[in-house]
């Protein structure tokens, strides 16, 4: 038991030396993933997926919940998207929570 604990913990370690490489892996990772819902369009445009957090920092603005809260309704609403991709996200919406 002792040796699978010292396994996870190298294993943990491993995974979290370069914690803000993985970090940016993820981001890149789902941005390419949602790279046609209509929210981010305006901000990417057509670009290359984001290759710098910076870049992203520079295109993409900090939001609060008023920035979204067109997009939630209308996909409340039964919307699906404007035609040319998702609203938020390319996955299908699980449920709404209402706080």
């Not at 699978?4 to 490489?21: F, M, N, P, V």
């Not at 984001?50 to 609060?64: F, T």
């Not at 404007?82 to 449920?95: E, K, M, N, Q, R």
């Amino acid at each position: 038991m002792a040796a699978d604990g010292e396994a996870l913990i190298r294993i943990l370690e491993d995974q979290t030396k370069d914690a803000a490489r993985h970090q940016l892996e993820t981001l890149r990772s789902i941005l390419q993933h949602n790279a046609g819902a209509s929210y981010l369009r305006p901000f990417l445009g057509c670009r290359e997926p984001v290759a710098d957090l910076e870049i992203y920092r520079r295109l993409v603005p900090l939001s609060c919940y008023d920035d979204y809260a067109n997009h939630i309704n209308r996909m409340a609403d039964g919307a699906s998207g404007d035609g040319d991709g998702a609203i938020l996200s390319v996955d299908p919406l699980v449920c709404f929570f209402y706080r």
